[in-house]
């Protein structure tokens, strides 16, 4: 069985600084790994996907993720917060089998930024 | 872009009533999927769908029954509706290419918060 768990419920950091998002994963076989982004009162935004190929992954809004296969971890990292990141951040994990399965989520992290 | 959109953003229903929550996808994708969000639990899976009329038990389907007549529709049903059941509802669809469906993202509606009174 696939688990992700992320660390802290809650993130804050300053406005300009280093975002940090940790997400460990566990999964039998090589996984695909997802960061969405949930804005208040939205849905689920796509941020990036590790799919297998380059393990430094780059998103949108200047958010990128390291696949450390060693560690187990997808962490998400961004250089410079601004107040708009403000939000609750998922990491996903879904098994290389193919198929229809859902995705296994982790528990969110809410990143808060500090003017 | 893919458009995943939910009839109703917030319902307010009573404890026993039958309760229908339906989502629509625009980019005819095969796979659709119901998931609940609460707080401090994230989001947990349903039910899903392969394809028209067929569906598959997710993590939690206990009170929950789901209609796919449709490719592009997909329902969510609560069958007497509980007070337990107050959440948001997420649904999502995803592209099934031949090689594997597990590689390609999910793309959400904006979820539909419902209250059982």
């Known amino acids: 069985a696939q688990s992700v768990t992320q660390l802290g419920s809650h993130v804050s950091v300053s406005e300009g600084a280093l975002v940090l998002l940790r997400c460990n994963y566990s999964?039998?076989?090589?996984?695909?790994l997802f960061w969405y982004v949930q804005y208040p009162n939205q849905g689920l935004q796509l941020l990036l996907k590790?799919?297998?190929?380059?393990?430094l992954v780059k998103g949108i809004n200047g958010f990128e993720a390291e696949f450390k296969k060693s560690e187990t971890s997808f962490h998400l990292t961004k250089p410079s917060a601004h107040m708009s990141d403000a939000a609750e951040y998922f990491c996903?994990?879904?098994?290389?089998?193919?198929?229809?399965?859902?995705?296994?989520f982790g528990k969110g992290t809410h990143l808060i930024i500090q003017p | 872009d893919v458009k995943v959109t939910q009839s109703s953003r917030y319902l307010v229903k009573r404890t026993g009533e039958k309760v229908f929550l339906e989502c629509v996808q625009d980019?005819?994708?095969?796979?659709m999927f119901w998931y609940r969000q609460d707080p401090g639990l994230g989001l947990r899976l349903i039910y899903f769908?392969?394809?028209?009329?067929?569906?598959e038990k997710g993590d939690i389907p206990e009170g929950y029954s789901v209609s796919r007549e449709k490719k592009e529709r997909f329902s969510l049903i609560l069958e007497s509706a509980s007070t337990n059941q107050t959440s948001m509802y997420l649904c999502?669809?995803?592209?099934?290419?031949?090689?594997?469906?597990?590689?390609?993202?999910?793309?959400f509606g904006d979820g539909t918060r419902l209250s059982i009174l």
């Open positions: 999502a669809s995803r592209l099934e290419p031949v090689w594997g469906a597990a590689s390609q993202p999910q793309h």
């Open positions: 999964s039998s076989v090589p996984p695909y």
């Open positions: 590790y799919t297998s190929a380059a393990t």
């Open positions: 996903a994990v879904s098994g290389s089998g193919g198929g229809a399965d859902g995705l296994t």
């Open positions: 980019m005819d994708h095969e796979n």
């Open positions: 769908s392969y394809d028209v009329k067929m569906k």
